[in-house]
């Protein structure tokens, strides 16, 4: 899978770990995870900036987060309110959602 990936507005990037959408004035959203154990991730913090609150850059980063938990075979525990939130109000993260 590729380090970058070009969707509407700013490039997602995989740093470390987590996802970080930038454009050419700089970061303007990240998604970050903690690794629990080998299948278990800890999403704990969403950032959009400001700027850009309102449109679909946190549920990009998000969907990200979740198509790299089914690559990898892992369950995600949403400590993020952000995560929490949409694990709850959308069935298409149940599959990576770890109760």
Known sequence: MSNKE???IGV???ERNAFVIRTEEGPIG???YVPKDEH???ADHTYVSPH????NIAQRLLN????EARAEGAKIIPQCS???VQFRRN???EDVWKH
Do not use: S
């Open 6 to 8: 070009t969707n509407e």
């Open 12 to 14: 997602i990037y995989k």
């Open 30 to 32: 990240e998604i970050t």
């Open 40 to 42: 278990t991730w800890v």
């Open 52 to 55: 850009y609150r309102g449109g």
């Open 64 to 67: 990200r987060l979740a198509e």
């Open 82 to 84: 952000y995560v929490g």
């Open 91 to 93: 069935p298409e993260y």
